[in-house]
């Protein structure tokens, strides 16, 4: 099983950066790429919703729409770590963000940034933009 930690999440200004971080230890001695990597969000009385996702080779990434051109994924795959870049921030990207991971080598995978194939998550981590 994957344990995931998230960090980096705070107060910001519209407009502003956050660098969102997730790091994770495998207990079953499989290496970081064997994991598909995801960053979701939640606002109360939302559902959670897919903000982006990057395959385990780091080859494929996913955005969604209201992300796109302004969130960048990434992941470092020695270090065990994945990473959120969240430039421009709006007020309507307030949510708890949270990363997840599922093995990319499970069956019946229909997307990469399908929710409910992540089956390990952190704890979750505020994000707040406004001024």
């Known amino acids: 099983q994957l344990q995931i930690v998230e960090s980096g999440g705070g107060l910001v200004q519209p407009g502003g950066s956050l660098r969102l971080s997730c790091g994770a230890s495998?207990?079953?001695?499989?290496?970081?790429?064997?994991?598909?990597i995801g960053w979701f969000r939640q606002v109360p009385g939302k559902e959670r919703e897919g903000v982006s996702c990057?395959?385990?080779?780091?080859?494929?990434?996913q955005y969604a729409d209201s992300v796109k051109g302004r969130f960048t994924i990434s992941r470092d795959n020695v270090e065990m770590m994945a990473y959120l870049q969240m430039d421009s921030l709006e007020v309507e990207d307030t949510a708890v963000y949270y990363c997840?991971?599922?093995?990319?080598?499970?069956?019946?995978?229909?997307?990469?940034?399908?929710?409910?194939?992540?089956?390990?998550w952190g704890q979750g981590i505020q994000v707040t933009v406004s001024s």
């Open positions: 495998a207990s079953t001695g499989l290496t970081l790429n064997y994991y598909d």
């Open positions: 997840a991971a599922r093995n990319r080598y499970k069956p019946n995978i229909q997307g990469l940034c399908v929710i409910h194939e992540y089956d390990a």
């Open positions: 990057i395959s385990g080779s780091g080859r494929m990434t």
